[in-house]
């Protein structure tokens, strides 16, 4: 998986987002019949579900690896060589760690995140768990105009123009935040239908329809956050997010959830989601407009 989405990224950086989506979809669609081979006819169980993962990932990232060294005409054009190169090396190391470490902070955010809601039962940990799946489909696209304005950014940046890098960043973050405002209207107002095809416990459904509304008021901000990150990372600027995004989940989200859990249970937590989503959202707006990111571009 690390592969692929490595071998994903490189490709999106030269603007091919279609191959990426084509192998995410066979990797779907071989995973799900592997799954059905090995847990079925065979049958493994749990083992064979994984088993069924894990070879559906390794075929594409296989298939990813040829479509990089063979069939990109753009990377064949570019030429270069495949020997590291200390410069190089140092460069991507400035971009990665920092990323890699956001990564590091933000999973264990979630987790003691889980830590204060599993004390509030288990029909709260039920509506907390499907709400968060719920929630995916209205913040995905945001997720995806992120990659564009990593691409168009990383790609203006390379071409030496800085005032289109600024234009870009700032057209696909008011982009994506007017989509995601789109979804949260719809998240709201079928909230309460979505659970319905989610559970059948009427506790849970009531619950996590009431959590969802609360989140769909931080929609257009997250995304605002959500695409920023992606333009300022297309600059070469992952310290300043990971920062941002550091200080927001343990300062605001964690401390606001821990304060609020005991006395308003789950809607408390996920008004704390909301908040520090709003924050999270101002805190990014203001850094990708103060510019200071085009002039400390390591591109």
Known sequence: IVLYNVLASLLRALGDSRTPVIFLVVASLLNIALDLFLIVVIPMGVAGAALGTALAQAVVAVLMLWAVLVRSPRLRHLGGSWRPDGECLRTAARIAVPAAAERVTLSAAQIAATRIVAPLGTVAVAANSLAVTAESMCYMPGYGIAAAATTLVGQSLGAKDKALARRYARL????????????????????????????????????????????????????????????????????????????????????????????????????????????????????????????????
């Open 172 to 299: 696909a973050t008011a982009l994506g935040a007017a989509v995601m405002a789109g979804m949260a209207v719809l998240l709201f107002a079928g909230a309460g239908a979505l659970f319905h095809v989610l559970t059948p416990d009427a506790e849970v459904r009531a619950l996590g329809a009431q959590v969802l509304r609360i989140e769909a008021f931080a929609e257009p901000l997250f995304a605002v956050s959500i695409v920023a990150a992606g333009a300022l990372r297309g600059a070469g600027d992952t310290l300043g997010p990971s920062v941002l995004n550091l200080v927001s989940m343990w300062g605001v989200r964690i401390t606001l959830s821990a304060a609020l859990a005991p006395r308003f249970g789950l809607p408390g937590v996920w008004f704390a989601m909301c908040f520090e989503l709003c924050v999270r959202g101002l805190l990014f707006l203001a850094r990708l407009l103060r510019g200071k990111w085009l002039e400390k571009s390591v591109l």
